[in-house]
Each structure stands twice: as structure tokens, then as C-alpha cells.
């Protein structure tokens, strides 16, 4: 198998989409370790029938977008491929669904489909993929052939540059907004989010500054924002003073959350709101868009952007999820001391800088050699075609030292050779807003002889996708995506290839997917 991975300037990017026109169609001191298309959970292209279609399951429209998209001329539409070959989403860098399915397993449930989405099982998992000198993105394409004739699974993978020691970030603004109402009172919630954050205290450097607000039935802000360096005893004081009661005004704390980081804005360093909650809303506002509405102004004239820590055995997670995404920011779960380290000690502070805004990818398929093709996931972040270079529309934001992969299961033409697809990713510098590009290609040639003999990154990201399917597919006779095993097989594959590896997070994975078959 060839490994393709690419970097090209937007000059040659143009050029060669023109072309593509002729196509027709771990912390010290610790004591442990928008809304979904439900069933259309892949992007059709080509006309071809779906793969494996459940009976009375909903089809989708011939790849075609069916949101909300904003009209507007690009210079890029006239030579753009056919857009029935084209793909084209908002990055997501979100893990809460997988961590929270992994949280329901372990206490003897299966997961309700609709919290599992495939890209953020997908996205769990540590990737190899080479990395960028500077800030922006690399691409690599890749892919394997699967057990179902025709069908293979394709892997884009976007990485930015490593994250820098802390002391070369800039400084940063955090507002905890934190959850006290009645239902955090669980053990596991409050009382880890308070041991989380104490920890992290001790950790920030002195130029970093805190802001503290507490929400149950009315919201109220504990710590104005506060400078790391000399009041680290005030803060753990106030850390130390919550407590849980009432109900739950998810609204009024994000509102109140918001006000107090622009109260605190600093200049020159990143801002950000970090909303710690089981997302149970039940008082005052409860939809996302409402509760965005109320706080718009700040998000978009002071481009602060949400962190979403989701806990608690039951969670409100499509309302943590929308508030993220339309947040300009993304969501993890924790469920135990370990997680919570690993967000708090090491995820938020790589997360504090951000390395582009408003990412999107676009994958344009060949049909020379493409008969039809499926994204797996990414419900709610797909975007229309022509929007792809539209710097208006939304996309996602992405931080240093992450790896964003997107799956395709895709049937290749029998016989068919040459080129398979050219994937590019467009995002805007954060500072200054400049557009940029870069992309990567495919040729059948490098589509790998069998996806479980296939690099470890693409097994690992095939095996995760196979188990969100199995998950949404439970009331299912049939798996949507092409060779899928069992359960038991797969959990099987999972386990042979911790062994190997060695890694803790394949383990983790394997011990889900036997529990989720013993459940199943």
C-alpha cells in the first residue's frame, strides 16, 4: 500500500479542481490513571443504491445538501466537479459520544442510538499522521479494501502541528461555568469536576487568569476573572465552595457565563468558556438556539468559544453537543477520575490555542473510478458543495495537537484504475482570518489488500466505525457499512490488536464492544 499524503498551495489546489471539472459526475500529584439526520447517516454520491439498506430506511437525495446553506457567488463554482462526486463537512474534533457509550456499557446499558455518532468514536483514537511545520494542516488519504466485493473503506486524515510546552502558548481566559443543581449531587459529577479543577488550579501558569460561575435555578458568578499568579488559595477556596442544589437553568448559567468572560476579556489571550454539566436542562431555556441566541453578540464580536464537559450516567447529550458545535467549539465526557485528568490536565490546556477557525474538508471523488460512495457520520456538520470556499459559513475550530479522520465506505468500479479522490481542507487563520488550503490524493493503487492487514491507524479507525454502526444498527437486520463483522468478531480483531499494540485505548475499546455483544 502507498501512504498519499500531500501539501499543496491554493494556486496549484485551483488548478487541479479545474481539471477535475472534465470529471462528469497526565497531571502531578493525582491519585488514578444541531440536529441529527438520524438514519441518513451517509452522504450518497454516484446514484448507486445504498449498501445494505434496512427495511423501510430513509435514502438519502443523491448526495445533495438539504440544510440551511447561504447564497453567494464563488469564484470556485465554475470549476468545481460535479457535485454528485462531491463531499463536504465542518471538522469536529468532539469524543463526549464515545466516552459516554462507553459510560452506558459499563453500567449494563446499551447506549440509545441516537448519542452514538461514528465520528467522534472514530476521533477517539490516536493517529499517526504526519504533522505540519507551522500552523494550518496536513492531509492524508488512505485506504482498504473490505470483505464485500467492490467496497473498500477510505480514511482522510487532517492533523495540525503538536501542541507547544505551556509556556509557549499565549496566556489564557478561562470561565468555568459549572453545574450545581440537584442531579450533580451524583457521585462522579460535582465532586469530580471540584477535584478536576483543583488540580488544574495548581497547574495554569501564573500569567492565566479563572473565572468562576455556578448555575441551578438562577446563575450566579462566584470568582470574577482572576489572575493565576498570587490567588491561587482564592480560587481553590472558591472551587472548594460549591455545592449542589435545585434545578437546572442551562440557559441562564451560559448567558451569565458569557457576560463574566467579557467582563474578564483579555487581549492577546485566548478566551474561552468551559461549560461542566450532565446538560439535564430543565429550567428557563432549554434548546441550543435559544440559548445561543442570548449570548450571540459575544460569540461572534469577541470570538470566544465554548469547551463542553459533559458527566453524569444520565446526559443531555444532544443539547451539550449543539451547544458546541453551534458554540464554535467542541465536547468530551468524563466518567471517572482518570478522564477527568486527562481532560482537565492535558486536553483544555492543548485546547486553549487555537490553530484554525472555520474548518471545513471537502473530498471529491473520481467516478472513473467510483461507482458510490458513504461518509460514516458527521450528520449534523455536512455543508453545501458550493459553500465549501464561502468564508461566511460555519465551520469547525481546531487546536494544535489534534487529528481530525473522516471514513468513507466506497464502491470502486470493477476493474477500474487510476486516480480515487482528492481531499482538501480550507480553514482562516485565527488571527487574521486569511483563507488557506491544502489537499491530498488517492489512487486505487494505494487502497491496502484487506482493511484488518492495513496500516494500525486504519484498523484502528475501521474497528471504531464498525462498532458505532453495530450501535445505531441494533434494530436493524443489516449493518450499513460494507464487510462489517459481528460483534463477537470484531471484538475479537479489537482485543488481538491491543495485544499487539499494547495501548490502553484499544483495550478500552475491546472491553466495549464484548460488553455491548454480551448486551446485544
Not at 132 to 142: A, E, L
Not at 320 to 341: C, F, I, N, P, W
Not at 391 to 411: K, Q, S
Not at 445 to 469: H, I, P
Amino acid at each position: 500500500m502507498r501512504w498519499h499524503g500531500a501539501r499543496r498551495p491554493v494556486g496549484v489546489l485551483v488548478a487541479l479542481t479545474a481539471a477535475s471539472a472534465l470529471l462528469v459526475g497526565g497531571c502531578s500529584g493525582g491519585s488514578g490513571s444541531g440536529s441529527r439526520a438520524g438514519d441518513s447517516s451517509y452522504d450518497r454520491g454516484g446514484g448507486g443504491s445504498a449498501p445494505w439498506p434496512a427495511p423501510d430506511a430513509p435514502r438519502d437525495s443523491g448526495g445533495q445538501y438539504d440544510g440551511d446553506g447561504r447564497e453567494g457567488e464563488q469564484d470556485s463554482r465554475d470549476v468545481a466537479p460535479a457535485p454528485d462526486y462531491l463531499s463536504t463537512f465542518a471538522l469536529d474534533v468532539d469524543t463526549a459520544s464515545y466516552g459516554y457509550a462507553r459510560r452506558t456499557l459499563a453500567d449494563g446499558r446499551l447506549p440509545d442510538p441516537s448519542t452514538v455518532r461514528p465520528e467522534e468514536f472514530v476521533n477517539s483514537f490516536r493517529q499517526d499522521y504526519e504533522r505540519p511545520g507551522g500552523d494550518g494542516f496536513t492531509v492524508t488519504v488512505d485506504g482498504a479494501r473490505t470483505e464485500e466485493r467492490d467496497w473498500s473503506l477510505v480514511r482522510v486524515g487532517l492533523a495540525t502541528r503538536p501542541a507547544e510546552p505551556s509556556g509557549e502558548r499565549p496566556p489564557a481566559a478561562l470561565t468555568f461555568v459549572i453545574d450545581v443543581s440537584g442531579s450533580m449531587a451524583e457521585p462522579g459529577r460535582l465532586d469530580l469536576a471540584q477535584e478536576s479543577l483543583g488540580t488544574m488550579t495548581d497547574q495554569l501558569r501564573d500569567d492565566d487568569s479563572v473565572a468562576l460561575v455556578t448555575f441551578s435555578d438562577e446563575a450566579a458568578t462566584v470568582l470574577p476573572m482572576t489572575r493565576l499568579g498570587g490567588n491561587r488559595g482564592e480560587i481553590h477556596d472558591a472551587i472548594d465552595s460549591l455545592e449542589p442544589t435545585d434545578s437546572t437553568n442551562l440557559g441562564a448559567g451560559v448567558k451569565t457565563g458569557y457576560e463574566t468572560a467579557v467582563e474578564g476579556l483579555h487581549k492577546g489571550a485566548t478566551n474561552r468558556v468551559v461549560l461542566v454539566s450532565d446538560a439535564l436542562a430543565n429550567t428557563g431555556e432549554t434548546e441550543a438556539d435559544a440559548i445561543l441566541e442570548r449570548i450571540a453578540e459575544s460569540r461572534r464580536e469577541h470570538g470566544i468559544t465554548l469547551f463542553g464537559v459533559g458527566v453524569g450516567s444520565d446526559y443531555g447529550d444532544a443539547l451539550m453537543e449543539q451547544l458546541a458545535d453551534k458554540g464554535d467549539g467542541h465536547t468530551v465526557y468524563v466518567s471517572d477520575r482518570q478522564d477527568a485528568r486527562e481532560v482537565f490536565c492535558e486536553q483544555l490546556p492543548r485546547n486553549i490555542e487555537l490553530t484554525a477557525r472555520d474548518a471545513k474538508a471537502q473530498v471529491a471523488f473520481d467516478p472513473e473510478t467510483v461507482a458510490e460512495f458513504r461518509l460514516v457520520g458527521y450528520d449534523n456538520r455536512r455543508v453545501a458543495d458550493e459553500d465549501f470556499r464561502d468564508d461566511r459559513v460555519d465551520g469547525g475550530e481546531v487546536g494544535p495537537g489534534h487529528t481530525v479522520t473522516a471514513l468513507y465506505a466506497v464502491r470502486v468500479r470493477p476493474g477500474a484504475e487510476g486516480h480515487l479522490a482528492t481531499a482538501t481542507v480550507r480553514w482562516l487563520d485565527p488571527g487574521s482570518r486569511t483563507p488557506h488550503e491544502e489537499a491530498g490524493d488517492l489512487e486505487t493503487d494505494g487502497l491496502a489488500g484487506s482493511v484488518w492487514r492495513a496500516r494500525r491507524g486504519l484498523v484502528v479507525t475501521a474497528t471504531a466505525a464498525y462498532f458505532a454502526d453495530a450501535l445505531r444498527s441494533f434494530d436493524r437486520r443489516h449493518s450499513a457499512l460494507p464487510g462489517a463483522p459481528g460483534l463477537g468478531e470484531l471484538s475479537e480483531r479489537a482485543g488481538a490488536l491491543a495485544e499487539r499494540t499494547e495501548d490502553e485505548d484499544i483495550r478500552d475499546l475491546a472491553e466495549a464492544i464484548r460488553a455491548a455483544d454480551r448486551l446485544g
